[in-house]
């Protein structure tokens, strides 16, 4: 899990406000993922980069969520006009190339709240 | 239904114990499979990853798949506090990680 950093690993946003969420793969990864775990739940995909890329967002709630991946930095979640059923836990995965024989690895995720 | 069901669990074992994990699947596509570990407040780390079916051995680990019953298991042997987490199973269909995960089964290992 250390390779795929995530920041913050708390976030807590008032209703409305706008949440960004980084993730930086791990070394010579260039395929980045989104899950979110809601309470009781499992891991529900969201969306799939590659650099400056969205190759899958079928996960993505049609409004208000977006993600990027650019050329430089890391990736960006971002979440606007926050509402409570945002809270969850954001997790990150990379992988090294497109592919199920290149499997997926996850970092610690970021624990967004919504008061 | 969902596509993916594993028993939520608590499941209570002494330390020594073989433990059996299980999750069952109805779509017929996936060809991947894999369990991953989560401790809690961390994230999943993965463990065990096959292809079609059989079985695969990794240390204390063995994962079985039996695609014509649509039921994936993972055993672990001589089980230790340590291995005290959260296990899920995951799947894909192929092309890309785009995984479907079971909720998770909760274990503790007890001494």
């Known amino acids: 899990n250390a390779g795929v950093m995530q920041n913050p690993r708390h976030l807590v946003r008032r209703r409305g406000q706008e949440a960004r969420l980084r993730c930086s793969p791990m070394?010579?990864?260039?395929?980045v993922y989104w899950y979110r775990q809601l309470p009781e739940e499992g891991l529900k995909f969201m969306v799939y980069?590659?650099?400056?890329?969205?190759?899958?967002e079928s996960g993505m709630p049609k409004e208000r969520f977006s993600a990027e991946f650019p050329k430089e930095g890391p990736s960006i979640l971002r979440i606007q006009q926050v509402v409570r059923g945002d809270s969850a836990a954001y997790f990150c995965?990379?992988?090294?190339?497109?592919?199920?024989?290149?499997?997926?690895?996850f970092g610690n995720g970021t624990r967004l709240t919504v008061t | 239904q969902k596509e993916v069901e594993q028993d939520p669990g608590p499941l209570s074992v002494p330390e020594g114990a073989i433990v059996s994990l299980n999750c069952t699947y109805s779509?017929?596509?996936?060809?991947?499979f894999m369990w991953y570990r989560q401790y809690s407040r961390k994230g999943p780390e993965l463990l065990m990853y096959?292809?079609?079916?059989g079985n695969k051995e990794d240390g204390r680990f063995t994962a079985q798949v039996d695609k014509s019953s649509k039921y994936i298991s993972l055993f672990i042997r001589d089980s230790q506090p340590s291995d005290s987490a959260t296990y899920l199973c995951?799947?894909?269909?192929?092309?890309?990680?785009?995984?479907?995960f079971g909720t998770g089964t909760q274990l503790k290992v007890e001494l």
């Open positions: 995965a990379s992988s090294q190339r497109q592919g199920d024989n290149s499997p997926l690895h």
């Open positions: 070394k010579g990864h260039s395929h």
């Open positions: 980069l590659q650099k400056e890329n969205i190759i899958d």
């Open positions: 779509n017929s596509a996936f060809q991947y």
């Open positions: 096959t292809y079609s079916s």
């Open positions: 995951a799947m894909s269909t192929g092309g890309g990680n785009k995984l479907t």
